[in-house]
Nanobody, 121 residues
């Protein structure tokens, strides 16, 4: 069983930055982040494969968000820059036993409890 613990959420003004962290216990193959805004479905944000470090991000955050991982610490990070009010959401750390994180939230194996990011205008 994999447990995921997120940290780093909070309130920030538009244009600001935040860094989310997620520590995993147990073996994972790919890790990533999804988010869910009020009244909306969960959506894929970014992911990184554990073995090759291949990163991929959603078009909505490309160029602003960067995902990275520290294999020694079994931790993944999401650096969020140039934040916009529409980035406001609960951000969930995810892990999957597959080599590539599914973009469909229903297919993801493990979820953290989430951390709230609020971007004020």
């Amino acid at each position: 069983q994999v447990q995921l613990v997120e940290s780093g959420g909070g309130l920030v003004q538009a244009g600001g930055s935040l860094r989310l962290s997620c520590a995993a216990s147990g073996r994972t193959f790919s890790m990533g982040w999804f988010r869910q805004a009020p009244g909306k479905e969960r959506e894929f944000v970014a992911a990184v494969t554990w073995s090759t470090g291949w990163q991929y991000t959603a078009d909505s955050v490309k160029g602003r968000f960067t995902i990275s991982r520290d294999n020694a610490k079994n931790t993944v990070y999401l650096q969020m820059n140039s934040l916009k009010p529409e980035d406001t959401a609960v951000y969930y750390c995810t892990a999957d036993r597959g080599g590539v994180m599914p973009a469909d939230a229903r297919r993801v194996d493990y979820w953290g409890k989430g951390t709230l990011v609020t971007v004020s205008s």
